[in-house]
């Protein structure tokens, strides 16, 4: 059964903190990692990841793959109180007949205090 | 439409009835996937249909759930006799299939409370 594990459950910071978030998998299909930011309700994308060791960069949000490590963070500079929201990461680990479905962790809760 | 558009935005029901959930995909997305979301909890897979069939059913939690996608467009996630460990947000997605970018594009979700 494919699993996608995710660290710390929940984190409070304060503003201007720098945060690293982790995910772990283990899948039998490995196609790729993706992180979504998830504020209210609909999840939103940040970030899909294929190759190691290649960091995808927006604004102040970073990730990098360890395809070695079966693992991903996602790092977060300089931290707002909108960054506030909980981080979900998912692996498409499907085969060609499975579209793009996700297989996804349960989350870390981020919140940044003033 | 612009986005994918989901209905109700909140149901509440009895314990022993049955709902049904609306996803509206983006047009011109053939993937449409169901996912479910306890509180405080990740996202749980329920169903994928390609266009109108469902290739992969294996989420669905029990036999009081069935979901169709009629004319490649709207699926209706349907629960029979709900309970109340059912109460929980569903989520819908869709997708352009053939394209590995791997980004579902998701509805705000139908938040369920089963008394």
């Known amino acids: 059964e494919d699993k996608v594990v995710q660290s710390p459950l929940s984190l409070v910071v304060h503003e201007g903190d720098t945060v690293t978030l982790n995910c772990s998998y283990e899948v039998t299909n490995f196609r790729s990692l993706l992180w979504y930011k998830q504020e209210k309700k609909a999840p939103t994308f940040l970030f899909m990841l294929?190759?190691?060791?290649i960091e995808k960069k927006s604004g102040r949000l970073s990730s990098i793959l360890d395809k070695k490590e079966l693992s991903s963070i996602l790092n977060i500079t300089a931290t707002q109180t909108g960054d506030s929201a909980i981080y979900l990461c998912a692996v498409d680990a499907g085969d060609n007949n499975a579209g793009n479905m996700l297989t996804f962790g349960g989350g870390t809760r981020l919140m940044v205090k003033p | 439409g612009a986005g994918v558009s989901q209905s109700p935005s909140n149901k509440v029901t009895e314990k022993g009835k049955d709902v049904e959930l609306r996803c509206d995909p983006i047009?011109?997305?053939?993937?449409l996937y169901w996912y479910r979301q306890s509180l405080g909890q990740g996202l749980e897979f329920l169903i994928y249909?390609?266009?109108?069939?469902?290739?992969?059913k294996s989420g669905l939690p029990s036999d009081r759930f069935s979901a169709e996608r009629t004319g490649g467009s709207v699926s209706t996630l349907t629960i029979q006799r709900t309970q109340q460990e059912d109460s929980a947000v569903y989520l819908c997605?869709?997708?352009?299939?053939?394209?590995?970018?791997?980004?579902?594009?998701f509805g705000e979700g139908s938040r369920l409370t089963v008394l």
């Open positions: 249909f390609q266009g109108n069939s469902a290739p992969d």
């Open positions: 294929t190759s190691s060791g």
């Open positions: 047009s011109g997305h053939t993937a």
């Open positions: 997605a869709s997708s352009l299939t053939g394209i590995n970018t791997g980004e579902l594009f």
